[in-house]
């Protein structure tokens, strides 16, 4: 964009520049990510819509970021694209306040930091109304992409993440064994942040390494991850501690080391 606004708030610049983007490559294919910066600390949202939002400032960068994402949406319509283009909206961690029905926020491995919605339009492909509850993961969308694309992620070796394509068309399921989280580090006011976790199906194992307890969850019975079930189960959760830990060393991942 030629025209630059001096201070103008970045998601509101953001979204006006992958706007231009999409027109200007409307004719051949293209590939946008967009990372409008909303909703981080600090809270801080623009001054028109904080006025307008009662000086609320995180509903102010929620009206940002609503405004910045309509405008790549209505690029998408006036090019002509949307209706063979691969949308992907979704938030790359937990809440700043932890989310109604969830245990905890961003930063904790407990599911109100790992859980985040994610909507998903492919018009054509995916029917109006389609919902799924399979775990899905960021890592997914490179392989979906390239496939979708009509290329091939054959040749790549260390390729993690799985194509959602099935999931599009109603499977209810993908062939992958587990999903895995590492976090070696804390966070203040985050009490399960440190640590690593496995989910296979309803069954989650959190692992403390050794500075914060261990516990396994039924999430099917338990989403707000209350009650500790390790001692009832102590084969399943050994038999999940063991696949993050190999894992782990296959990646020679880093981690936490006690205080001296």
Known sequence: IKDRKTGQYLTQRLGEEAASFIQTHKDKPFHLTFWPYSVPTPIKGPKDLVKKNDGNNYRAMLESLDNAVGKVIDSLEKSGTLKNTLLVFYSDNGGHIPTKGLADKKASLLEGGLRVPMVISWPGVIKN?????VPVNSMDFFPTFVHAAGG??????????LDLQPLFQGADKLHRDALYWHFPHNRMEVSHSMGGSTLEGDWKLYQGY???EDKLFNLKEDSMETTN???KNPLLANRLRKKLDTLLKKVSAKMPKKAQ
């Open 210 to 212: 050794g500075l914060i």
């Open 229 to 231: 079930v390790l001692k």
């Open 152 to 161: 091939s992620t054959a040749g790549i070796s260390q390729l993690e993440g």
């Open 129 to 133: 109304g389609t919902t799924s509850d």
